[in-house]
């Protein structure tokens, strides 16, 4: 089967894609006929969705439509769809939701050591400022954490685990359903960050089993600025944001209608491709990972080999800094981790708490692939890199 061949990969890309764009995971494009979504409810529903009139009535069922495409996506009923302004507000309100809810029955949270900043600092804030005690957990050396040590850590007055599903930086998938069940019978409450999973493998709430989910719409080909926290019927959060009861009372403001809108269409073409994509995206990722190893002694994957996103390959080049690589080669578009981190220079944090050497998590580069990826981007791409890699510019 050739590209063209291929679904969303044969569709014409939202904008010029030179240099090759290898970093779906730091953000995705818009898909076009998202954008169009968008720009008809920008141009015609304008009416705030609480109004009584026929303007308000539009946007409400607007909103209510978008809100079934997220649900049908996760799963879930769509009353349990909370929109946010994205994937970080949505994990605070989560953990910090929680926490000062069920003040009355605990003060100590769970994660782990290689979650994104928006779960681990609103951790470390709630231990600074709110006296909570925080357990952060290790990982494995593919990232993945042990339930085992989620169960040990459980204690008394633990009021919430947060353990990321999928993470953004290697790709592993932890096994949040078995860390769900035991969670559940300890009466714990467990969020799970699913802002890189969503769209890209299944996250059906109930298979999970998880009690809040956190959904980012810049992952899933919806602009920035849109997200969603799932929250399972019966969990009890404190709004972080307070005014009049929008969202069910758990997030106060206006809503974004027309974003609201485009996240809604952009979850409704995931749900349709996700298993025809999923194959697709994996195929490419192992083409361009056999193309790099062919052309790269040494390399070497980092993250799990199997349990992982179908469209991330992290690897290391020996003997170089993955920032000067890819700075190296500007015809390819990537990075070397989170897009939160761009521009250090110690170590990913991610790759550190793995326990990966100083040298190979320093010359760490993550290529993930996406809608618009093609098989001739990602062989150009491996040359492009292995010709940088082989310049005379190693330590």
């Not at 890309?13 to 076009?32: G, K, M, Q, S, W």
């Not at 979850?267 to 025809?276: H, I, T």
């Not at 093609?374 to 510019?393: F, I, M, N, Q, Y």
Request: overall charge negative; hydrophobic content about 40%; glycine content about 10%.
């Amino acid at each position: 089967m050739t590209d063209s061949d291929r679904g969303f990969a044969a569709r014409e890309a939202p904008e010029p894609r030179a240099p090759i764009y290898l970093d779906y995971n730091a953000t995705t494009p818009v898909d076009p006929e998202v954008a169009d979504v968008i720009g008809t409810h920008l141009r015609g529903t304008f009416g705030n969705p609480s109004s009584s009139h026929a303007y308000g009535a539009a946007a409400h069922r607007t909103l209510a439509e978008a809100r079934s495409h997220v649900a049908k996506l996760l799963g879930a009923a769509s009353d349990e769809i909370v929109f946010t302004a994205g994937g970080s507000e949505s994990d605070n309100l989560a953990i910090k939701g929680v926490v000062f809810a069920r003040r009355g029955h605990g003060d100590h949270i769970i994660t782990t050591a290689v979650e994104h900043p928006a779960v681990l600092n609103t951790c470390r804030w709630l231990a600074a400022r709110c006296g909570v005690r925080l357990t952060v957990l290790p990982v494995d050396g593919h990232g993945q954490v042990d339930p085992d040590a989620v169960a040990r850590a459980i204690e008394s007055g633990t009021v919430l685990v947060t353990v990321m599903h999928a993470n953004n930086e290697v790709g592993t998938l932890n096994p949040i359903a078995e860390i769900a069940r035991i969670c559940r019978e300890r009466a714990v409450t467990l969020h799970t960050d699913a802002a890189q999973s969503v769209g890209k493998v299944p996250t059906q709430v109930e298979h999970l089993g998880a009690d809040l989910l956190t959904v980012a719409g810049h992952k899933l080909y919806a602009p920035k600025g849109i997200g969603a926290l799932w929250i399972r019927e019966g969990v009890v959060l404190d709004s972080l944001v307070h005014g009049a009861g929008h969202e069910r009372g758990h997030r106060a403001g206006t809503e974004n209608v027309p974003y609201a809108a485009g996240l809604g269409h952009a979850s409704s073409l995931c749900a349709d491709r996700l298993a025809v994509e999923s194959e697709r995206l994996s195929a490419l990722r192992d083409r361009l990972h056999a193309r790099l190893a062919e052309a790269v002694p040494g390399l070497s994957l980092n993250g799990h080999p199997r349990d992982r996103l179908p469209n991330t390959l992290n690897v290391s080049f020996p003997g170089v800094d993955g920032e000067e690589l890819l700075a190296a080669t500007p015809e390819v578009a990537a990075s070397t981790g989170s897009a939160c981190h761009a521009g250090r220079t110690d170590p990913s944090g991610v790759l550190t708490a793995m326990g990966l050497p100083s040298a190979r998590a320093l010359g760490a580069v993550r290529l993930t692939v996406g809608r618009w990826s093609t098989e001739a981007e990602v062989d150009c791409a491996a040359e492009l890199l292995a010709a940088s890699w082989r310049k005379p510019r190693r330590a």
